[in-house]
């Protein structure tokens, strides 16, 4: 008979270590997805102030074409990216856009000074701070998710109920920075 209370105690305490393991796993990758839906707030609000940058620079600068196509394909390629990594891919991408926006900007005196033109600029540069913060926030998050599904005892756990690998948002080199221009 006491081998029986000892084994139904064992099967609760691995039962209730099982609960507390999974939903520390649920509540971690709830917390990557959360930190990834703030970014995508900002790259949304990053996409919506391109356009006005892009008007604003075109009035002045008539004969760029070839620049704002390749920041509006650039804009649209990122938005329609789906995953982590074909944002973070997406997003290279069109930084350096913004950076070749920039730089035809600094040709035209008049436009640099225009106040419409420097309200966007200081927008968008508050706008990439906060890409920036959001980016750790969620590359935190993340860490913590993975390292809680790496880790013994919680690795068994995830395996089990099939908590998978989530991707960092890795930045490539050239776009570490954010464009400087400077007037």
Known sequence: MTWIVVAVAIAVLLGLA????????????NRVENAWSQVDVQLKRRYDLIPNLVETV???AQHE?????EVTRARTRAQEARTVEQQAEAENVLTA????LFAVAEAYPELRASENFQQ?????????????????VYNDAVLTYENARE?????????MFGFGEKPFFEVEEAAREAPRVQF
């Open 151 to 159: 880790t013994v005892p919680t690795n068994l756990v995830a395996g």
């Open 18 to 29: 099982l609960v507390v393991l999974y939903n520390k796993l649920v509540r971690l990758r």
């Open 58 to 60: 075109k009035g002045y």
């Open 97 to 100: 856009a913004i950076g070749r």
């Open 120 to 136: 966007l600029q200081s927008q968008l540069e508050e706008t990439e701070d906060k890409i920036r913060v959001a980016r750790q």
């Open 65 to 69: 074409r070839a620049t704002f196509e």
